[in-house]
């Protein structure tokens, strides 16, 4: 199971300079990268889609978790999958002190209704 560690920081917008300052003071944090950093966001996606064999992950290189929860007449299922990052992607370089990226795949039935979101 992930543990977030009690110095980790989930700011949404996180920018660089946030990042620094976070990381100067022996936090961790997580970057929820989305639309707005186009090519961030593709070369994640690419690469994670890179992953997928089959089906499912292959090899020991990336970690998947999931969780099911029943609220009422609503499940929500996610999926967690984990990667360490591709040094050699020259988008990544912006972030050097970024050591894993990841996906997060949320399921939520209710009824006949499935909606899906995917977020890195």
Request: charged fraction near 25%; aromatic fraction near 10%; charge should be neutral.
């Amino acid at each position: 199971m992930f543990q977030v560690p009690p110095s980790l920081s989930t700011r949404s917008g996180c920018q660089k300079a946030i990042a620094a300052k976070i990381i100067a003071g022996d936090g961790n944090f997580v970057l929820g990268v989305k639309g707005n950093q186009p090519t961030l966001h593709d070369r994640l996606e690419s690469f994670l889609d890179e992953y997928w064999k089959d089906g499912d992950w292959s090899g020991d290189r990336c970690h998947r978790f999931q969780t099911i929860v029943q609220l009422g007449a609503c499940q929500m299922e996610r999926y967690y999958y984990a990667a360490p990052i591709p040094k050699r992607e020259a988008v990544f370089a912006a972030w050097p002190s970024v050591q894993v990226i990841g996906m997060v795949i949320n399921v939520r039935r209710r009824g006949d209704e499935v909606t899906e979101e995917v977020r890195y």
